[in-house]
C-alpha cells in the first residue's frame, strides 16, 4: 500500500492497482525463460532499468551468480530492504554508469515510457559488456486485438490520448511511446546488437476467435506489401526481410508483451 500511496503523490492519479505490480509474474517468468532460452550465463554484474518495485532484480539474483544495480526515475517504489536505486532521468540523461560495466541488462516494460527509446538501447549497448545480454520487454501493439483498436480508434491496446497538462507520467499507465517489433529490433541491430530472439509471455485468449478468421487476410495481404518493399521501394535486405516477416506471425498476432533478447558482439 505504501508505494500505491507514493504513486498517486507522484502521478496525482488514484489507480486500481499497485505500480510495483505492472510487470506483471507472467511477464518476469517469460524474462527469465528468454534468457534461459538464449544460452547466456550470467555473472558479475546485472542492471535492471525501470526498476519498480524490485521484485525481478530478485528473481535474476536467485537464479544467477550476479551483483545487483538498480536504475529508475523515483527510489520510492523500490521494496527490497536494503537496494539502492541510481535515479536517472532517462529522457535528459545518460545511464550512470561505465562502459562496458553489466553482463546482463534488463529493461522491462520502461521503453515505453520513454520518449527517446533508440537512444536508451544505445546506452544499454555501451554499458553491457562484450558477450553481454540485453532483455528488453513492452506491450505487444501487433497483436490482432491492438490492430483492431488501431483500425477503429486510432490507437493501440494500451495507449490512448494523452493530456497536454500531465507531467512526465502520462496516462494511461504513463504509456507514451508505442514500439513495434520491427522498430525495436531495428534499434537493437543499428546499434551494435545481434543474435536477436524474440518472444511472448503469452497468448490472449480473446484474440484466438478473431486469429482464426484474420490471420490468413492478413498475411496474405501484407505479402503484397513485402514485393512492393522490395521491388519498388529497395527497403527490405537479407539483414533486415526476417524481421519484417515475423510482424504477422503466430506469437506476435497472439501474444500478449514482446519479450526480446539480443546480445552484444562488437563496440
Not at 32 to 54: F, K, M, N, Q
Not at 170 to 199: C, D, K, R
Request: aromatic share 8%; glycine share 8%.
Amino acid at each position: 500500500m505504501r508505494a500505491r500511496a507514493v504513486y498517486r503523490k507522484l502521478t496525482g492519479r488514484k489507480i486500481p492497482f499497485d505500480p510495483c505490480e505492472l510487470s506483471t509474474p507472467r511477464i518476469h517468468q517469460a524474462v527469465l525463460e528468454a534468457i534461459a532460452a538464449s544460452g547466456a550465463r550470467p555473472s558479475g554484474s546485472h542492471l535492471d532499468i525501470g526498476i519498480g518495485g524490485g521484485q525481478l532484480l530478485r528473481l535474476i539474483g536467485a537464479r544467477y551468480p550476479v551483483k545487483s544495480f538498480a536504475c529508475d526515475y523515483t527510489d520510492q517504489l523500490m521494496a527490497l530492504a536494503g537496494q539502492e536505486v541510481q535515479l536517472a532521468d532517462l529522457n535528459r540523461e545518460p545511464l550512470p554508469y561505465a562502459s562496458n560495466q553489466f553482463s546482463l541488462v534488463t529493461c522491462i516494460e520502461t521503453i515505453e515510457h520513454i520518449e527517446n527509446f533508440r537512444g536508451i538501447v544505445r546506452e544499454i549497448h555501451r554499458v553491457l559488456q562484450l558477450g553481454g545480454l540485453v532483455v528488453i520487454s513492452t506491450p505487444n501493439i501487433l497483436n490482432i486485438r491492438s490492430r483492431l483498436r488501431f483500425f477503429s480508434s486510432g490507437f493501440y491496446n494500451l495507449f490512448g490520448p494523452l493530456s497536454t497538462e500531465e507531467g512526465p507520467n502520462h496516462s494511461p499507465l504513463g504509456h507514451i511511446t508505442p514500439v513495434n517489433w520491427f522498430y525495436l529490433a531495428h534499434a537493437l541491430m543499428n546499434s551494435g546488437f545481434e543474435n536477436l530472439q524474440v518472444s511472448v509471455d503469452k497468448y490472449q485468449r480473446r484474440s484466438v476467435p478473431a486469429y482464426a478468421l484474420l490471420a490468413w487476410p492478413i498475411r496474405l495481404m501484407s505479402r503484397a506489401g513485402y514485393r512492393r518493399d522490395l521491388k519498388k521501394y529497395r527497403s527490405l535486405s537479407e539483414k533486415n526481410s526476417w524481421s519484417v516477416r515475423m510482424m504477422n506471425s503466430r506469437d506476435l498476432l497472439l501474444g500478449r508483451t514482446l519479450i526480446v533478447t539480443a546480445t552484444k558482439l562488437r563496440e
